[in-house]
């Protein structure tokens, strides 16, 4: 059988990876939250993809700490609800020309619920299942694309919904789901197919 393939240029690239919202700490003291799509881990390095229009970033250079709240598929709607607020004011125009409105209190707008955190300033969101609270390494904003900028973090403290702990050092991949974003639509993972060599679980 050949497999066709055939040349496109999509609009977007978000080929499926999870959604984080996270949590930066505003001048006030106040948490701002930032949905994002563009995130990966090595080890306890969690590298971060912002828009350098938003105000998470522009919190993350004043105050280097933040939260990385990761909503399971039943949280979509509440993050949907966060999709065109900003925490800036005046909202950017690129931001304006999209729709965007200002929103100081982004918990309340999208009907989440603020936790203390033990280790960073900004609050946790308790209904995430996951909650990396994280001190930010370096912020780069690459040469050939200055519209966003990768974020290096180190995690400082892991917090997880009881039930999805395995033993005392695991995430239980049969019972975490992580929310997808997959070409701007949201999507839960399937079953499981099998698992890698290195898996200890």
Sequence with gaps: MTLQHRTVQPKILYYGTPVVLLSTCNEDGTTNISPISSSWALGSCLVLGLGCG???LENLKRYPECVINLPDPSLWRHVERLALLTGKTPVPSSKKE??????KDKFSAAKLTPCESEKVRPARIAECPL????SVQ????PENH??????????????AREAYILGDHYIDPNQWRPLIYN???YFSLGEELGKTARAET
């Design 138 to 141: 370096d912020i780069r904003i």
């Design 131 to 134: 909650q990396i609270e994280a």
């Design 54 to 56: 938003g105000k998470g």
């Design 98 to 103: 999209l729709g965007f409105r200002y929103e």
């Design 183 to 185: 070409f701007r639509h």
């Design 146 to 159: 200055p519209w966003f900028a990768v974020v290096e973090t180190e995690t400082r403290r892991v917090h």
